[in-house]
């Protein structure tokens, strides 16, 4: 039988940055574990901005991969005070199987006007909180459900991210914790795991090699069970720069229990894509006059 995922996507705060964070509308734990999540083999988490134009138009393509992706449970991470209206209907109207969470990134963490992208960690926040609802819901299992779901597997999604079908098919048979190549990344066409023997020994990437682990957040999944049984183990919201996956890695896995996917790392079937940031130049001039477009037409 095939197993479940998680999905965490955290959505950004800000239209300047591509935060992923998931964010979840259900009460506690009431989302009915037996009918739900009791099914579920991918965790997938996603973060959202609050204010970004690009939301509704990032979710439905992500949307739109994961219902072709058997027994997956997306967690969604608003970076927000409270769930945004917006998310909320987008979230109900998917034909997902949805957790929806909010969590705010403190404002000494947020990344200001005309800050570089990469200055600071993103999404810290929002996939801790999504760890801790998981670890909840894990807790309160029982007998086949708390079987399940210890097959379950997490991935961390970006919204703007683009994947493979054949992806969630390999990180499906995730022990501990699986690895392959990411695409478009790092300024370079491709970071990967270099596989040696069935074993990964290195990493192919241009910066920092030295880190704990060299990879982007879209290159590994982790089994639920491994998540459950390290409560330790969360993404450091003051780690320095690219080191946010080491942050939460080390407290997992050393190097030689990472599980090479993709034909040993040497196929890439998910790409680090970004969506272009919308020029609003005659919008503003627009809304200036009193011509601006409806406000009440959702975009």
């Known amino acids: 039988m095939s197993k479940p995922f998680f999905f965490f996507h955290c959505p950004a705060s800000h239209c300047l940055f591509n935060a992923k964070n998931v964010f979840c509308v259900y009460g506690p734990l009431d989302i009915g574990l037996s009918s739900k999540l009791g099914l579920m083999k991918f965790a997938c988490f996603v973060d959202k901005n609050k204010n970004c134009l690009r939301n509704k138009a990032e979710l439905t393509r992500l949307s739109h991969t994961f219902l072709h992706v058997p027994q997956l449970h997306w967690i969604v991470v608003e970076d927000a005070p409270q769930p945004t209206p917006l998310v909320t209907d987008f979230l109900a109207a998917s034909g997902l199987t949805y957790t929806h969470l909010y969590k705010l990134t403190p404002k000494d963490r947020k990344l200001q006007e005309g800050d570089p992208s990469w200055l600071k960690p993103r999404g810290a926040e929002q996939r801790n909180e999504g760890l801790h609802w998981l670890r909840e819901m894990g807790a309160a299992a029982k007998g086949k459900e708390a079987a399940a779901l210890e097959e379950a597997v997490v991935y961390f999604a970006d919204d703007d991210n683009t994947y493979s ?10 022990y501990r ?30 910066w920092r090699p030295n880190r704990p682990f060299p990879i982007d957040m879209a290159g590994f999944a982790v089994s639920l069970r491994l998540i459950l049984t390290n409560p330790q183990a969360r993404f450091d ?14 407290h997992l896995v050393t190097m030689d229990d990472l599980e090479p996917k993709a ?36 975009v």
């Open 237 to 250: 919201g003051d780690a320095q720069m690219g080191f946010l996956e080491s942050s939460f890695l080390q």
């Open 263 to 298: 034909d040993l790392c040497t196929k890439v079937l998910v790409w680090h894509t970004r969506t272009e940031k919308p020029k609003m130049k005659r919008e503003d001039a627009l809304q200036k006059q009193g011509l601006g477009s409806d406000p009440d037409v959702e």
């Open 177 to 206: 914790v699986s690895v392959w190549p990411v695409g478009l990344v790092g300024g370079m066409k491709f970071e990967r795991p270099v596989v040696e023997d069935g074993k990964v020994v290195r990493f192919h990437t241009g």
């Open 165 to 174: 079908l054949q992806l969630f098919e390999e990180m499906r048979y995730t």
